[in-house]
């Protein structure tokens, strides 16, 4: 089992940023990947990033390049998604997952973190 708890969530204005991270705790012999998923209210969940737990493979959603960033750190079971130029529909709750596969990394969940940026 594998446990995970974001922070970093919060109102923030559009154009500016906000960090999120995720402190994981557990066993991790089958984890592949982590990503940040989130979902606004009437939409599905979608992937926005996503990092190899073990390289440095990266994946960005279109709607996110250039202005998220996704980081890990073995060591200490931590991730981390850095977001700047934030815009209005980047509001959503934010959930930091871990799994076996990079294209959906979503075997484990953390609680999820809201995200509102206002316009």
């Known amino acids: 089992q594998v446990q995970l708890v974001e922070s970093g969530g919060g109102l923030v204005q559009a154009g500016g940023s906000l960090r999120l991270s995720c402190a994981a705790s557990g066993r991790f012999f089958s984890i592949y990947a982590m990503g940040w998923f989130r979902q606004a209210p009437g939409k599905e969940r979608e992937l926005v990033a996503a990092i190899k737990w073990s390289g440095s493979s990266t994946y960005y959603a279109d709607s996110v390049k250039g202005r998220f960033a996704i980081s890990r750190d073995n060591a200490k079971k931590t991730g981390d998604l850095r977001m700047d130029s934030l815009k209005a529909e980047d509001t959503a709750i934010y959930y930091c997952?871990?799994?076996?596969?990079?294209?959906?990394?979503?075997?484990?969940w953390g609680q999820g973190t809201q995200v509102t940026v206002s316009s």
């Open positions: 997952a871990v799994g076996n596969s990079y294209q959906w990394p979503g075997d484990y």
